[in-house]
């Protein structure tokens, strides 16, 4: 009997130590498979995309290591030097009466549109050259196959407009010069404008097409007048005023039509404003001047002492800020842009 009791109470008690091992049990399986649950749900929801992310910037990485390694770096551009190492001094010009505009456009490829810029360095001054023109197409064809070089060895950013005067009144070559710096300045804002004869040949690269703190003089002296400089206060052919210059002197006159007494008249302005004219050493600013019989529609502007003494009175208000114009076309052509004008006539 008293068997019996033990038996009876240790299987009782076994009972709730059996139901306390299961509930356990159950509560370990329970807190096992949910924490293994959640942490696959984690790693599901995370790992993959992580992985993606790593990959792509890995990849990144490494393509970007490759490309460092083999592309060659572009060096920065530089100012170009005082001294270009292009220039070669005097030259023994030729002119070729076989040349052809198409020979000049293949020499000079790296000219797109009138325009050239230096690769190897930044120009000191981006430089417009205005040439004012009427039938004169074979002196334009051998001033642009030696200007075009010799700008090139300066090593300048430069443009070359030709301004056409359009109709038969006698010719204006200071009106199509401030024509011609009025349009280039629509193109860009230019540092440095060459006011250019068409007929005259730069003969040494050392003579730079570049603007002063003065006014510049190019022309010191030309074959056809033994390179002597023709009188003290001559400042026609080839000039040099920067952008704010030209302005402060109200441009060129646009009141001498035929030739001469215009460049007289500039002179005269630059002086009134106490602007110095500069000229380089007479051995460098030397010019060949391509024979011509005098155009007709270019005849001797007798008129032209009468003008100039009227300048000091007249120059606010003829000039840049009285110039009328009718632009009839522009033409990019490889060499240089073509403006052709309706500038009117003589009053
Ligand atoms: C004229 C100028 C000309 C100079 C040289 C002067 O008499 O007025 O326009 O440039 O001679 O030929």
């Not at 080839?238 to 007289?264: M, R």
């Not at 007798?302 to 007249?314: A, E, F, I, S, Y």
Request: glycine share 6%; net charge positive.
């Amino acid at each position: 009997m008293a068997l019996c009791t033990s038996i009876c109470k240790i299987l009782r008690r076994g009972k709730y130590f059996l139901l306390l091992f299961l509930t356990l049990s159950v509560l370990a399986w329970i807190a096992t498979f949910s924490g293994d649950t959640f942490k696959s749900i984690q790693f599901s929801s995370a790992t993959p995309q992580t992985s993606v992310k790593d990959d792509t910037l890995r990849e990144k990485l490494i393509v970007a290591t490759v490309l460092a390694k083999n592309v060659p770096t572009v060096p920065p551009k530089h100012d170009c030097p005082k001294e270009s190492p292009l220039l070669k001094g005097p030259m023994k010009l030729t002119f070729e009466s076989s040349l052809t505009l198409k020979e000049v456009e293949s020499e000079n490829k790296a000219v797109e549109e009138g325009e050239f810029e230096p690769k190897e360095c930044n120009a000191r001054q981006s430089v417009a050259i205005l040439i004012p023109h009427r039938h004169r197409e074979i002196h334009l064809l051998y001033l642009l196959h030696h200007l075009h070089p010799f700008l090139q060895r300066q090593q300048l950013h430069y443009a070359v407009y030709v301004i056409q005067q359009a109709g038969g009144a006698t010719f204006n070559r200071a009106k199509l010069l401030n024509v011609g710096y009025l349009e280039a300045l629509k193109d860009y804002s230019w540092d440095c404008f060459i006011f250019h004869d068409v007929d005259l040949v730069p003969e040494n690269d050392h003579n730079l097409y570049l603007c002063d703190k003065q006014p510049k003089h190019l022309v010191v002296g030309r074959n056809a007048t033994g390179y002597k400089l023709r009188y003290k206060g001559y400042f026609g052919g080839v000039t040099a005023l920067t952008k704010d210059q030209f302005l402060q002197v109200n441009g060129f006159s646009n009141t001498y039509w035929g030739w001469g007494g215009e460049d007289d008249d500039l002179r005269i302005r630059v002086e009134l404003q106490k602007l110095k004219i500069v000229r380089p050493p007479a051995d460098i600013a030397r010019y060949t001047m391509v024979f011509h019989k005098r155009d007709s529609g270019n005849e001797i502007n007798k008129d032209r002492m009468r003008l100039l003494g009227r300048t000091p009175r007249v120059w606010k208000k003829d000039g840049l800020n009285s110039c009328s114009y009718k632009t009839l076309s522009i033409e990019r052509m490889p060499l240089y842009v073509n403006v052709t004008v309706d500038i009117g006539k003589p009053s």
